[in-house]
């Protein structure tokens, strides 16, 4: 009766064994933002090759399970730049890509696509790996891109011709914003709005930095007004002019903020639309260690752990460095060992620094005494 139990144990080694050769990576669906230039259905742009703008960060681990099946959950994994992203012009990824290129150009100007004249595009994406083009991400959520050939084109400049008027001293042609009967309209300048200016923040944030400058671009705009919210609601915190964009508008923040940095562009009495967010955080808050484990004030152990940690919460990491005794200060981790201590008095302090450099001012302290 013992045989089954024996195999049924050497099938569940088996599994065991093989499970990591089950484990694969798939990439977090692409999140699309924007389309440059901006459209909506009732402000089309004229150009038939935008460029998609997105986002690809983050990585799905796939694990297959044979008693309960496909399980998902977020791992921790940075997007490789060079990541391909194949664009399409439907709302389901099927049939070929129009457009390809990697996460980089993405999250960057974006990826240009081609679409018809005068058509309402939907694009979609997906991202692969090369290391394992068999497990590209699923399908992302749909963006729309409204086109009109006529739309937004400015007209030309110059005056429309005058025909010379007739031999003999015709009537001349009537006076007056009206065209004369038969003649065609002409389009005018202040009926197109301008794109809405692109923005972002320098430095990028997070920064311990209360003066960062927007800079961003508005070709076509005579000025650019810059909001502090999503919504370019209220009144502006700065005007600018496209040149003064690119050089940089400095604009003072408060300590430890969260600020979304939005702008508009006027030409001709006509206002853009609102333009996507730059987001902007400061963080002027240092780290602050509490040592959570250690020795007693005496022991009789000549090997000893401490654990530490930063209990201000800095959600983009600590580095933490360790002194112990009158030893030069070194990088360090909980749990932190020491080990062959002498019979005598030993004292570990431990000092932290954020990812932007804000450094804890006083390092916590412990002191212990080894004794026989």
């Known amino acids: 009766m013992a045989r089954p139990s024996l195999c049924l144990l050497a099938l569940v080694t088996c599994w065991l064994i093989a499970a ?11 999140a699309l933002t924007e389309t440059n230039p901006l459209s909506s259905q009732a402000q089309p742009a004229a150009s038939t090759e935008p460029f998609v703008i997105g986002r690809g960060d983050g990585a799905i681990a796939t694990v297959v399970n044979p008693f309960r099946g496909r399980t998902a959950g977020p791992i921790t994994a940075d997007v490789d730049p060079n990541n391909q ?6 709302g389901t990824c099927d049939g070929s890509p129009v457009a390809t290129g990697i996460i980089d150009e993405l999250e960057g100007d ?5 679409v018809e004249p005068d058509s309402k595009t939907t694009f979609t994406a997906i991202q692969i790996d090369p290391a394992d083009p068999t497990h590209p991400s699923i399908c992302s959520k749909p963006i729309t891109y409204w086109n009109s050939s006529t739309a937004v084109e ?13 031999a003999g001293g015709g009537s001349q042609p009537p006076s007056g914003d009206q065209p004369a009967s038969g003649s065609p309209a002409v389009s005018d300048h202040a009926a197109v709005a301008p794109l809405a200016p692109r923005l972002k923040t320098a430095p990028a944030g997070p920064a311990n930095d209360n003066t960062p400058r927007i800079i961003g671009s508005a ?12 919504s370019c609601s209220g009144a502006p915190v700065a005007t600018a002019s496209p040149t003064q964009l690119i050089a940089g508008v ?3 923040v408060a300590d430890n903020s969260t600020t979304d940095f939005t702008g ?14 730059a987001t902007y955080i400061e963080d002027s808050s240092p780290p602050r260690t509490r040592i959570t484990m250690g020795p007693g004030a005496k022991t009789r152990h000549r090997k000893v752990v401490f654990r ?3 209990i201000a919460g800095d959600p983009l990491g600590t580095t933490f460095f360790c002194k112990v005794d009158r030893r030069k200060w070194r990088v360090c981790h909980s749990p932190f060992k020491l080990k062959r201590l002498g019979y005598r008095r030993h004292t570990l302090r431990v000092r932290a620094t954020d990812s932007i450099g804000n450094i804890e001012a006083k390092a916590a302290r412990r002191s212990f005494k080894v004794i026989r």
């Open 20 to 30: 990591p050769s089950a484990r694969a990576v798939q990439p977090e669906p692409i």
């Open 85 to 90: 992203v194949e664009l399409y012009a439907n």
């Open 110 to 114: 974006g990826i240009q696509a081609e």
């Open 154 to 166: 400015p007209p030309d400049d110059e005056d429309p011709p005058v025909d010379d008027p007739p």
């Open 219 to 230: 070709p076509s705009a005579d000025s650019v007004m810059i909001f502090t919210n999503s």
């Open 250 to 252: 400095e604009i003072r």
């Open 264 to 277: 508009i562009a006027i030409a001709n009495g006509k206002q853009s639309f609102c333009s996507p967010p």
């Open 308 to 310: 530490f940690a930063d």
